[in-house]
């Protein structure tokens, strides 16, 4: 299977095209980023994007420096698990 793939986008019932996303499967996105500052406005366009298409959760990792998250959103909310390492 291949990670990056198209995924249909919505508007409400009307698909406006598709975009090419990382994929674990049909209803599971992913994204690596490493955002120092405003990691909260990333999660606002990845819960944006993720309630115009039809996956289910987005698997978003964010690498701040020593300081590793790992966030499940949904379109119920968001899982967060941070892991620390000391330098």
Not at 44 to 60: A, E, F, G, I, S
Request: hydrophobic share 40%.
């Amino acid at each position: 299977m291949k990670v990056y793939q198209a995924a249909e986008v919505f508007s409400g019932p009307r698909q406006l095209g598709a975009q090419n996303l990382n994929l674990v499967d049909e209803y599971t996105g992913f994204a690596v980023t490493s955002k120092l500052r405003d990691a909260g406005g990333m999660r606002d366009h990845l819960v944006r994007l993720l309630h115009h298409t039809r996956l289910k959760v987005v698997q978003w990792i964010n690498l701040n420096q020593h300081v590793v998250e790992f966030t499940t959103l949904s379109k119920r909310g968001a899982d967060r698990i941070l892991a620390r390492t000391e330098s």
